[in-house]
C-alpha cells in the first residue's frame, strides 16, 4: 500500500482525523517597515539637533567633550504613532558597542520600551531587548486585538541611535504622530536625570513625570557632568518650556552649588523671566548615616540650595519653587541599585515627591502659555 493510499484509508476508517488535525495555517502576513525621520522624533529641545541627539551641532564647540558625547545619547527621546497593528518589530542601530553596564541591564541602556494609551493613560505594552550592535530586530509585542491605537516607543537611556524602523502588518493602518505641540518640561540634571539605573527606558523619572503630567520632556540628564555650567546654562536659556526642572546637585561639591548655581539660575531667569523654575535638593543618598563626609556635603549643599531660592522668593520671583529631598527616596534604603542610582521604586518615589510641585509651577502660567 502506497504512502496516499494509506492516507485515505485511514481517513475513511477515522473521518473525524483529518478535522482534528485542523486547517491549514495561514501565512503570516508581511512586515511593513516605515522609518523614523528627524521631524517625528520627540522630546528634543532644538529642532535642528540630529534625529536622535539632545544638543545642536553648535554645542560641540562650546561645552567640554564628555558632554558633547553624552547628548548623543538618545535618553528622553520618543517616537509616537497611531496604528491598528496587532504585531509590532522594531529595527534599531545603536552608535556604542557597549550594551550595558556593570549596574544597568541591556535593556536600559540599549533597549527600547514601548507604552500605548488607553482609556486617557500610558500602560507599558512591551520592550525591546538588544542583543548585538550595532543593529537589533526584535518582536516588541504579537496578538494585540486590531484596534486603532496611540503608542510611544521610548529610545535608549545610555547609547545613541543612528536609524530606527517601527515594522506593523502591512495590511494595518498606520501612521506617525507629530511631537505634542505643548510646551515641555526641561529637566536639566546629572546621571539620575539620564536616566541610570532604570531597567528600560520608560521608567526613567522623566518618562515617568511625561506621562504622569501628559507633558512632553526634554532630558537634558549628562551622567557624572551635569555641572552647571555658564555655556550650558547658555544653551539652556535657548529653550521656551513650561518649565526648568534643575536638578545638578549630585555632580556639584558644596562650593560649586554656591558658585555655579547663582549664575545658572540667573542666565535662564535672564531670558525667561516668566517661567517657572523648580530646584531640586541633592538626593539624600541611603547610606549618609555610615558616611559623615558625604553626609556634611550634601547637608551644605542642600543648605546653600535653600538660601538662594529664600532670598530670590524674598526678592520678588515668585515663579522659584524649591523641591525639600526629604520627600524623593524614601527611609528605608530600598529605594537606590547602588549609593546612590535610583531603582524604579527610587524612581518612582521621586516622581510623587516631584508632581506637587511640578503642578504648582503649571498653575503659575497663564492659561494661554500652557
Known sequence: MTSAQLVLTMTLLAPGLAAAQGPATAPPVATTWHLVTPAMVEGKGWPEAATFERFPARAEADVRPP???LSRHATGLSVRFTSTATR?????????ERLALPHMPATGVSGLDLYARDGGQWYFVGGARPTAS???DALVIDGLTPTLREFRLYLPLYNGVSRLEVGVPEDAAFRFDAPAPTRPLVVYGTSITQGCCASRPGMSYTAMLGRRLDLPVVNLGFSGNGKAEPEVARLLADLDPAIYVLDPLPNLTPAQVIER???????IRAARPQTPIVLVEHLLYPNLRFRPEKAADVAAANASLRRMHQARVAAGDSRLLLVPSASLLGTDGDGTVDDSHPTELGFARMVDGLEPY???ALALLPTSTR
Do not use: A, G
Open 261 to 267: 548655581m547663582p549664575h545658572l539660575i540667573d542666565t
Open 358 to 360: 511640578l503642578r504648582r
Open 134 to 136: 550595532p543593529t537589533n
Open 88 to 96: 509590532v518589530r522594531v529595527r534599531w542601530t545603536v552608535t556604542d
Open 67 to 69: 558632554v558633547w558625547s
